[in-house]
Nanobody, 132 residues
Framework: DVQLQASGGGSVQAGGSLRLSCAAS????????IGWFRQAPGKEREGISV????????YYADSVRGRVTISTDNHKNMVYLQIDSLKPEDTAVYSC?????????????????????????WGQGTLVTVSS
C-alpha cells in the first residue's frame, strides 16, 4: 500500500524550531518530488518547499525562504522540513505530497494551482501551533 504520512508537529513558542517528517512507502521514492504545503484556518493552501529525490533539486517559496530547510534521506524514504524562527503566522496543518520528478523540469511548478488529488500521492497532515 502507498503511504505518505507527515509527522512532527506540535505546539511551540515563537522563535523556536521544529523538524517535520514525511514518511513514504509503497512507491519508487527516488523517482519522485515531494513537497510540503500548509493550510492555516480560513486560508488558502500554501506551497512551502519541494525536493526532487532523483537529483536533489530544491525550491522554496518566498514566504519561508531563509527559515526553512528541506532535506531527504533516500535510505529511509523520508523527507524533512526544518522550520526555524517560528512565528504565530506559521500556525497551520502541514502536509506532504508526491509527484514524479520528471513532471517538473522547474520545481516551482510543483506549487502551481491544482487540486489535491491532481498529485499522485497526498499524505495526512500534522498540526503546528506557534504561540507568541
Amino acid at each position: 500500500d502507498v503511504q505518505l504520512q507527515a509527522s512532527g508537529g506540535g505546539s511551540v513558542q515563537a522563535g523556536g524550531s521544529l523538524r517535520l517528517s514525511c514518511a513514504a512507502s509503497g512507491f519508487s521514492f527516488d523517482d519522485y518530488a515531494i513537497g510540503w504545503f500548509r493550510q492555516a484556518p480560513g486560508k488558502e493552501r500554501e506551497g512551502i518547499s519541494v525536493i526532487s529525490n532523483s537529483d536533489g533539486r530544491t525550491y522554496y517559496a518566498d514566504s519561508v525562504r531563509g527559515r526553512v530547510t528541506i532535506s531527504t534521506d533516500n535510505h529511509k524514504n523520508m523527507v524533512y522540513l526544518q522550520i526555524d524562527s517560528l512565528k504565530p503566522e506559521d500556525t497551520a496543518v502541514y502536509s506532504c505530497a508526491a509527484d514524479p520528478s520528471t513532471f517538473y523540469p522547474d520545481l516551482r511548478y510543483f506549487f502551481a494551482p491544482r487540486r489535491r488529488f491532481d498529485y499522485r500521492y497526498w499524505g495526512q497532515g500534522t498540526l503546528v501551533t506557534v504561540s507568541s
